[in-house]
T-cell receptor, first 114, second 113 residues
Framework: DAGITQSPRHKVTETGTPVTLRCHQTENHRYMYWYRQDPGHGLRLIHYSYGVKDTDKGEVSDGYSVSRSKTEDFLLTLESATSSQTSVYFC?????????????FGEGSWLTVV | AQSVAQPEDQVNVAEGNPLTVKCTYSVSGNPYLFWYVQYPNRGLQFLLKYITGDNLVKGSYGFEAEFNKSQTSFHLKKPSALVSDSALYFCAVRDGNTDKLIFGTGTRLQVFP
């Protein structure tokens, strides 16, 4: 296993409430990513980070924000959850070495917005 | 913009037969190509990758993939399928100019006894 812990693993929340998902890594890797997985769409990149306080948007960043104040933690926040954000969220990490570096995934966080 | 296509939603194969899961890609720079496997309710597990060099890449669990630059393809193969290979398979591409890994929509592999 790649030393990635996601929390919470399962969450049910109400529409309009804020939600924060946490990704913690023990590998000291520079790059961290948040993806969401939905049937028919595969995995889509939400945001990623290339260092502490350095983040950038992915394909589906609307409605999401991220923060990275420490190398080991990458937080994904849904400011006001909507039903369309019901999904499985995966954190991933990658070390130095350029674009050929492998990205390793956590076990996922199942989020249901009711 | 980079993109990945997996043209088959599902592939069915009998145990012991060879299997192929197809993937084509589009990038503006040099492609870095990956295959991942996902079992139910689990995260993605890395199988293999192509960076440069030999067009035939060998990976975990007996899987291999062939990089074809002219056809912009990176098909996943295995000479003899096992029932335990049944899972969801994702192809992904990383453009050499970015840090982003972009995934295809996935192909469900069903291996029948």
């Amino acid at each position: 296993d790649a030393g990635i812990t996601q929390s919470p693993r399962h969450k049910v929340t109400e529409t309009g409430t804020p939600v924060t998902l946490r990704c913690h890594q023990t590998e000291n890797h520079r790059y961290m990513y948040w993806y969401r997985q939905d049937p028919g769409h595969g995995l889509r990149l939400i945001h990623y980070s290339y260092g502490v306080k350095d983040t950038d948007k992915g394909e589906v960043s609307d409605g999401y924000s991220v923060s990275r104040s420490k190398t080991e933690d990458f937080l994904l926040t849904l400011e006001s959850a909507t039903s369309s954000q019901t999904s499985v969220y995966f954190c991933a990490i990658s070390g130095e070495g350029g674009s050929g570096n492998t990205i390793y995934f956590g076990e996922g966080s199942w989020l249901t917005v009711v | 913009a980079q993109s990945v296509a997996q043209p088959e939603d599902q592939v069915n194969v009998a145990e012991g037969n060879p299997l192929t899961v197809k993937c084509t890609y589009s990038v503006s720079g040099n492609p870095y190509l990956f295959w991942y496997v996902q079992y139910p309710n689990r995260g993605l597990q890395f199988l293999l990758k192509y960076i440069t060099g030999d067009n035939l890449v060998k990976g975990s669990y007996g899987f291999e993939a062939e990089f074809n630059k002219s056809q912009t393809s990176f098909h996943l193969k295995k000479p003899s399928a096992l029932v335990s290979d049944s899972a969801l398979y994702f192809c992904a591409v990383r453009d050499g100019n970015t840090d982003k890994l972009i995934f295809g929509t996935g192909t469900r592999l069903q291996v029948f006894p």
